[in-house]
């Protein structure tokens, strides 16, 4: 049940810092969205370090995994806020929000016991969020084919890396305290993005963009320690649920702007009922 609970959260947690991060990137660039985001993100991260009583990752093999989160949670964030930058909301999140059903393939691949009905549920989850990715009509009149399908391949390979730092983030998560885990992104963060920013003076800042900055430092933070709270409990059911932000980023869209069309609301429905199967299930 923690598992459903956690996941459903970290859904809304991030489908709020996925329409912040979209903002924020179309205002100063991708890369410095990220670098302030993570730089923010870890300023957060550091006094609840410094209250958490629990020994610290020691074990190589902890630290290896935590590596592998910071460095996938990167890797993620650039490709997906550049997706986010140029493409539409309803279209790259639900591709984005694929990382959910690669981190819960991972994690069965890996081992990790769960039912043929489960797994079934999770694959009509997944068709659902893909049927949101159908791009909707007139796009192609707001950006151009080249736009659309950079976007898209953004988005694809952002979900690949993504998938990989879930399970990373989740696998850690059963030997590490969870603000350890939630950190770990932010570090190699500050490390690789914001600090060569600082460095080389590219590091951009518009007064615009300061609400959705610190809103998403600090949601983005709240999201990890959720997902990893769940994934203690099982990191396929918490991976699949909490991709379930692009519909919900989706449906905020399209009320704010970005509209969808009638098969995107379809898989909306999909996703909405296999969510709550699988929160049956778990009951």
């Known amino acids: 049940m923690i598992a459903v609970v956690a996941g459903l959260l970290t859904a809304v947690i991030w489908a709020l810092a996925t329409l912040s991060a979209a903002r924020a990137s179309r205002i100063v660039g991708p890369l410095s969205a990220i670098g302030w985001v993570v730089l923010l993100g870890l300023l957060v991260s550091i006094p609840l370090l410094a209250l958490d009583t629990t020994p610290g990752p020691s074990d190589p093999v902890d630290l290896v995994w935590l590596a592998v989160a910071g460095l996938g949670y990167v890797a993620g964030m650039v490709l997906g806020f550049s997706a986010l930058a140029g493409g539409k909301i309803p279209v790259v999140a639900p591709i984005l929000s694929t990382e959910g059903a690669i981190a819960a393939t991972i994690a069965i691949l890996a081992g990790e016991a769960v039912g043929l009905p489960l797994i079934v549920l999770l694959a009509i989850l997944t068709g659902g969020v893909l049927l949101t990715a159908f791009e909707p009509k007139g796009s192609r009149a707001d950006t151009s084919q080249e736009s659309y399908r950079r976007s898209v391949a953004y988005a694809i390979a952002g979900a690949a890396a993504f998938g990989v730092a879930l399970y990373a983030a989740g696998h850690a998560s059963s030997s590490v305290p969870l603000v350890w ?103």
Do not use: C, D, N, Y
Request: zero cysteines; a positive charge; hydrophobic letters at 65%.
């Open 181 to 283: 885990v939630a950190a770990a992104g932010r570090v190699a963060g500050v490390a690789l993005i914001t600090l060569p920013l600082v460095a080389t003076r590219r590091l951009r800042f518009k007064r615009a963009a300061l609400p959705f900055l610190l809103f998403s430092g600090v949601i983005e933070m709240l999201g990890m320690l959720t997902f990893a709270w769940g994934s203690q409990e099982s990191i396929a059911v918490t991976a699949i649920l909490a991709s379930q932000f692009a519909v919900i980023a989706a449906i905020l869209a399209h009320v704010m702007g970005e509209r969808i069309e009638a098969r995107q609301w379809v898989g909306v429905v999909v996703v909405a009922v296999g969510v709550t199967a699988i929160t049956i299930s778990r009951l």
